[in-house]
């Protein structure tokens, strides 16, 4: 019967055909074929547009994002300990609890380097507006190489696809050298450099895109990795040369200059010191995969930062929270570090403050202090919103069970500031809107200098990091030459980038993430007396969630998801 059936249809759809040669050519309504895209130079620019979406920022929860303050000596997660201390204490593996908290990068990323290699597959087909196509080119070849950039720098050598595979084809593609991979990303980002506008070019109608500055600061970023000590291995001072000389390209560029706005800068991607950011103008919203209850986010559209670090009195979670040992490494104001370390009892310990430190008083402990903690960090009694935040037991910001939203309050007595858009509130309408800072002046600036001083040019070192040092609205003392010259870089840039991301890759790539990241946590408990006013200050070691630190030597390097060694035989990472 139904054999009947079927032959009837048959019949009825050839006759139609006859009347109609057209019936098994028609178009669907509420789809784009393939091949339409690539006639179409409004489709082709659709196409690139959504390759955007697929960057990773550091607004996400943490996973598969930037967003690794938590896994680092810059802050504790709170509100992801339980995933984040598969990292922090030892125990990252390639099985499947981690493939998509951890290893969900790998997804994505090669996810997008086959929607790019479509695009250079398919592009060479399309005739006319050969300046707008050079450029839509140009910037999926970055794209590319920014994500294989970000794979290297967790993995080391990885399979480079540069072609989509048919369905029979072998997937069985080697990992190739991290050099071979180095020279691939610098390649392919020249090419790009060339087709791709200046950042005033782009500054009306092409305003987030990708311009010739963040090209550079990408190659930037890969050649760092290669001459860094954790992948030059013999310690090749020739492999700094081309560091310096990609920063020389991106100075000579003239487009950029260093802020003078250092809190307003990350909520305005006008400021002429943003090279590279992505912008958001959609509502809030996520996507999410429950793999035995290891969750993995994809955010695409807006974000909520805002009520993620906003203090609990205020409405937000402020999830993230500095370390105590973080927030001692922000200089006095004569340049000074102000505590050295702690001494005592876990649960109340005493600070080892530095005698060349005379400025610094420990029962006011935020005061006479580098502008850039005011900027960077939440702490107790800064103005915030009109009113100055009160992280003492019973105050509006505690963990005191009295106070509305008292679960949320931080546990290590501080919060994220820097990116924060301060006019936010719980009654604003979606998710938040201000921009994820990639790439910005200062960050070269202290590469510059460390290659400099790699290369034995350290005045010319000492000159660019004093550059930033001196910017208006931070005003420290300039460093010298004198003592050890590279450790006071590296200091540097840990706070002038702090929160930012920049760190995770830092410590790595200078193989002092086994020491740093190994300490366990110092929070701090203010305490107030209700009826004189006055403060002071219990320190002690953090013991819960991930507070037990370790780094073993195999979490230099990410490893493989499982799956990918099973179906590919790649060769894993040591210690996996």
């Not at 006639?39 to 979406?53: A, G, K, M, Q, S």
């Not at 201390?85 to 969900?104: A, E, H, I, P, Q």
Request: glycine share 8%; hydrophobic share 35%.
């Amino acid at each position: 019967m139904k054999k009947i059936k079927l032959s009837i249809l048959l019949l009825v759809l050839l006759s139609i055909n006859a009347c109609n040669d057209d019936f098994l050519n028609l178009q669907p309504l509420d789809a784009i074929s393939e091949a339409s895209v690539w006639e179409d130079l409004n489709l082709i620019e659709l196409y690139v547009n959504d390759r955007y979406n697929e960057l990773p920022h550091g607004f996400t929860q943490w996973s598969g994002g930037l967003r690794m303050t938590g896994i680092t000596d810059e802050s504790y997660h709170m509100h992801e300990a339980r995933f984040l201390d598969k990292y922090t204490r030892g125990g990252l593996t390639s099985g499947s609890l981690n493939m998509y908290y951890f290893n969900g990068f790998w997804l994505d990323a090669y996810s997008a380097i086959r929607n790019n290699n479509i695009f250079l597959e398919n592009i060479e087909n399309f005739t006319g507006e050969e300046q707008r196509i050079k450029q839509l080119t140009a910037e999926i070849r970055f794209l590319r190489a920014y994500f294989y950039t970000e794979l290297i720098s967790r993995y080391g050598g990885i399979p480079l696809i540069t072609e989509t595979f048919e369905l029979n084809a072998n997937f069985d593609v080697p990992r190739a050298s991290f050099e071979e991979c180095v020279q691939f990303i610098v390649t392919e980002l020249n090419l790009a450099i060339e087709d791709l506008p200046n950042r005033n070019d782009a500054m009306e109608l092409e305003l987030g895109r990708i311009t010739k500055g963040a090209a550079i600061g990408l190659k930037i970023r890969a050649l760092l990795f290669d001459a860094s000590p954790l992948f030059n291995t013999t310690n090749d001072r020739s492999k700094w040369q081309p560091v310096s000389d990609a920063c020389e390209q991106l100075f000579a560029l003239d487009q950029y200059n260093l802020s003078t706005d250092y809190q307003g800068l990350f909520v305005n991607p006008m400021d002429t010191e943003v090279i590279f950011f992505k912008q958001f103008i959609d509502q809030f919203r996520f996507e999410s995969v429950d793999v035995l209850s290891d969750f993995y986010f994809h955010f695409r559209g807006g974000h909520n930062i805002n009520e993620w670090r906003f203090p609990n009195g205020d409405g937000g979670w402020i999830s993230e929270n500095p370390r105590q040992e973080f927030i001692d490494q922000f200089e006095t104001l004569s340049g000074n570090i102000p505590v050295l370390g702690y001494a005592g009892t876990t649960s109340n310990l005493t600070p080892i403050i530095n005698p060349n430190a005379t400025d610094y008083d420990p029962n006011n402990p935020y005061n006479n202090r580098d502008p850039r903690l005011g900027y960077s960090v939440l702490y107790d009694g800064t103005e915030f919103k009109g009113r100055e935040l009160e992280f003492w037991d019973g105050g509006k910001d505690s963990r005191n069970p009295d106070i509305d939203n008292f679960n949320n309050g931080s546990r290590l007595g501080y919060g994220i500031r820097k990116s924060l858009d301060e006019s936010w509130s719980l009654a604003s309408i979606g998710g938040s809107d201000q921009p994820w800072i990639y790439m910005r002046l200062s960050e070269f600036y202290l590469t510059y200098a460390e290659a400099q001083y790699q290369l034995g040019n350290l005045p010319v070192a000492v000159a660019y990091v004093n550059r930033i040092r001196a910017r208006n609205g931070v005003n420290m003392p300039p460093i010298n030459a004198g003592g050890n010259l590279l450790e006071k870089i590296k200091h540097e840039r840990k706070i002038e980038l702090a929160f930012e991301g920049n760190r995770w890759y830092d410590a790595r790539r200078w193989r002092d993430a086994g020491d740093d990241f190994a300490k366990d946590i110092v929070g701090v408990e203010p305490l107030k007396n209700v009826s004189t006013g006055a403060k002071s200050y219990r320190y002690f070691y953090f013991d819960g969630g991930t507070a037990k630190r370790s780094f073993p030597e195999n979490h230099y390097l990410w490893p493989i998801p499982i799956e990918e060694i099973q179906k590919s035989n790649l060769e894993q990472n040591p210690g996996y």
